[in-house]
């Protein structure tokens, strides 16, 4: 470490539509919803990242919560400055007494416009940002998983995160060709919640319906090792009162269908674009799949099928991207690919 060290912090950010997580010292040391909670009145953030979502849905008038991100780009300027902010200060929680200038590493979706990026870049300097260099979720995905996207040889990742999912062949360092669609995890959610107001006459939350994912969420109706049935709460819509009902996967399987359908029709095309040099490697190497919405049972299994390519799900979904970013944050000067 040098003399001067700690007038510069270096830090890699995964700004996610669901989740952010910041990298510092080869350390994930926040890992945080991505949501704050404001004052209606003063217009003040008074709770950034978990604390903001435990009042996410059971909020009075005077409180608000923003998701200052939707479909993986900043819906919410002002909402996403302080976010970022606030989620800085929880690396340093004691004040201190040289406010060190930050060095970025930020990811952003393939599919982003140049306004988008420029939002991501200007919400980053004003959080502190002096030197601030973006790169795309899937270029950092397969850096995470451990790829070299340097070598002449083609890989596809698909990484299905809350609000995106991003299909892309990457090789000799660059995006060969890519496939972005705005349907992911949160679309899961939005499924359930569909589907069990219209199935079963039930009013449920967006947190209830992500747990119900997790905790028995399918992409197939038939697993070899399927979740037990779920009991879920909510409001019953015919007569007002709070009811419980169980769910099976197999229900649930079908409530996704359509989503995940969409998310095949893009891997298909994202290989149809493939030049054939690059598919004949993907059909040596396989499909990678990386994201939280990739955790959802059996939805390898399911792409494998439809595509009839071997599918492999990254160590730990959730933190690829992250991971990667923090190894481009380390290798800032011999990676072409980072956007200054
Ligand atoms: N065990 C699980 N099964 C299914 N889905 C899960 C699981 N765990 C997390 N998820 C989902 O993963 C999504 C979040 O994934 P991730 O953190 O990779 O997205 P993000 O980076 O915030 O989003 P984006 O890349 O679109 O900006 C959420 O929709 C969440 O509900």
Redesign the pocket.
Known sequence: MGLFSFLTQEIAI???????LIIHNDKVVVDEP?IVAKDRMSGKIIAVGKKAMQMHGKTHEDIKTIRP?K??VIADFDAAEHMIRGMIKMINPKKQLFTPSLKMVICI?SGITEVEKRAVKDSAEHAGGKEVYLIH?PMAAAIGIGIDVLEPMGNMII??????S?IAVIALGGIVCDKSIRV???D??NDIVDYMRRQHNLLIGERSA?QI??EC?SALTELENPPEDYAVQGRDLMTGTPKEITVSYSEIAHALDKSIAKIEEAVLSALEMTPPELSADIYKTGLYL????S???GLDKRISLKTKLPVHIAED??RA?ARGTGIALKNVSKLPFLIK
């Open positions: 995964d700004l996610g539509t669901a989740n952010t991505s991100l479909d993986g979706p979720e990484d299905i995160g809350g609000g995106t991003e992911a995890g949160d899961f959610t992500e994912k997790i969420g990386a994201g939280g919405g955790m959802l049972r979904p959730l991207v």
